[in-house]
């Protein structure tokens, strides 16, 4: 019970209205602070306001130009059950239970600590994991149609953790406000930028245990964490209220880490892919 009630003291503080100002850099209706903390994934089909979908769709990509490791047929598989795919993808942000009644605490996952950023809520890590391997469950009683809505919801785990802020515990709501939705907005104006054009994924990346290839992620992806999050582009993001100017430094000096992560986020997700079939699929 006292585990329950800190976690609901948690969320209750972090569904709380706020304010905030409109920014220089501001693309979007009204000046909310949303709590919604994700590359973003505003639409189930359509990449150019789903991160977490264009970074899937590249990976397979880079599956598709394998012939070595990659077996064309899982290719294929995967395109037959896109649509269930793309769903999973997007149920993960805007669903029950995946969304943790609107404070995504299962996104975030901290390696240094094993932690997201709620007390003794459970952590992307072992929910990733989790439907990585009922994906499989039901690929093994040839339910294709929850194995890869499963599959999905798996990949958009993994795909948060690729994000330096998912795998530091910053959120919406960390100082300065909103730094973490206008960053990720901002990948969605750049992300074509750092399309993978060959065909090497991450294969056998880190064993064979999702939550190793997980942890290895958000591993490299805090080491990132300072490129993005720091006290210049923090201030920088606050002068940005009143000036465009600043709203450029910020990501333009983000934008260095910013293409790395996009780069080897499409990587991991095409190896972690492989992993799948090759434990639930090759046998």
């Known amino acids: 019970m006292k585990k329950k009630v800190l976690a609901l003291a948690a969320a209750l503080t972090l569904v709380a209205p706020l304010q905030s100002v409109a920014f220089a850099h501001e693309n979007e209706g009204g000046n909310k602070v949303r709590i919604i903390q994700y590359w973003s994934a505003e639409d189930t089909h359509a990449e150019g306001v789903n991160s977490h979908l264009w970074i ?12 070595t490791i990659v077996k064309q047929e899982q290719v294929a598989l995967l ?15 805007y669903e ?26 459970k952590q992307a890590k072992e929910t990733g994991a989790k439907y990585f391997k009922l ?11 929850q194995a890869f809505f499963y599959l999905g919801l798996s990949l958009h785990y993994l795909g948060d953790v690729n994000q330096p802020m998912h795998a530091a515990n910053f959120t919406n709501l960390s100082y300065p406000q909103g730094f973490h939705s206008k960053f990720e907005n901002f990948v969605d104006t750049v992300k074509d930028n750092y399309k993978v054009t060959d065909g090497n994924g991450y ?35 606050v002068r940005a209220a009143i000036s465009q100017e600043y709203a450029d430094k910020w990501r333009a000096e983000v934008t260095p880490a910013t293409g790395k992560r996009l780069v080897e986020a499409q990587r991991v997700t095409a190896g972690y892919i492989q992993l799948w079939f090759d434990t639930y699929g090759n046998r």
């Not at 994906?135 to 149609?145: N, R, V």
């Open 135 to 145: 994906a499989g469950e039901s690929y093994q009683k040839q339910d294709m149609k």
């Open 96 to 121: 029950n239970p995946y969304y943790d009644n609107s404070t995504f605490a299962s996104h975030f996952y901290d390696p240094d600590t094993g932690k997201t950023y709620i007390p003794f809520a």
């Open 56 to 67: 899937v769709n590249r990976a397979i990509d880079i599956m598709s130009r394998n012939t």
């Open 203 to 237: 294969w056998n990346w880190k064993g064979i245990n999702p939550e190793d290839w997980i942890h290895g992620a958000a591993v490299a992806a805090k080491q990132d964490y300072a490129g993005i999050v720091n006290s210049t582009t923090k201030d920088w993001f």
């Open 79 to 93: 395109n037959e059950w896109r649509t269930e795919l793309e769903n999973g993808i997007y149920a993960a942000d």
